[in-house]
């Protein structure tokens, strides 16, 4: 009977912590874990682009490193940079989150992450299916998903229209002041 019962008490006790999965409506109310947050700048329009400036580059940011079993060493020369790809954009699971070369990161900036690009440094990205352009200064290292060339924040990806399709195929082109 003592075993019944201490039976019929845990699959209580189990049933009780167990949940039901939200349904579509329940989670629509919730914030998403990216995208623009909740109080997005009024006009990101106005947001300018990065001007290219003479910057001494970061001596840990710099260094050869491994990232998702991948080893990347980072380009520290001043070679022009050109390449086509595809651009992603990341923003609020790294909003206010040091980047690679210790700034605080801003969604709402216009700065990107790059795997071998020099840290700092500054691109213009162009998307290659609507020819608008940005100019953003490299301080981070990434995207470390797939075939990426590049991540941009939320407001440069908007600036070049695909922030709400994640990702476009853009030519990359490293600027100089």
């Not at 709402?108 to 953003?136: D, E, F, I, Q, W």
């Amino acid at each position: 009977m003592k075993k019944w019962l201490y039976l019929a008490t845990l699959v209580g006790l189990l049933a009780g912590c167990s949940t039901t999965p939200p349904t579509p409506s329940s989670t629509s109310t919730r914030p998403a874990i990216d995208g623009p947050g909740l109080h997005p700048p009024a006009d990101m329009a106005s947001i300018p682009d990065a001007v290219p400036r003479r910057e001494p580059l970061n001596k840990f940011a710099n260094r050869p490193f491994t990232a998702l079993g991948k080893t990347y060493v980072p380009d520290t020369s001043n070679k022009p940079y050109k390449v086509r790809g595809l651009a992603s954009w990341y923003g609020r699971k790294f909003h206010h989150q040091k980047t690679a070369i210790g700034d605080i990161y801003n969604m709402y900036g216009m700065t990107a992450a790059h795997n071998t690009l020099p840290l700092p440094c500054y691109v213009r990205v162009t998307n290659l299916a609507n020819h608008k352009s940005v100019v953003v200064r490299v301080n981070d290292r990434g995207p470390f998903v797939g075939n990426r060339v590049i991540d941009l924040t939320y407001t440069a990806a908007w600036k070049l229209g695909y922030a709400n399709q994640g990702t476009a195929m853009v030519e990359v082109e490293r600027v100089f002041p």
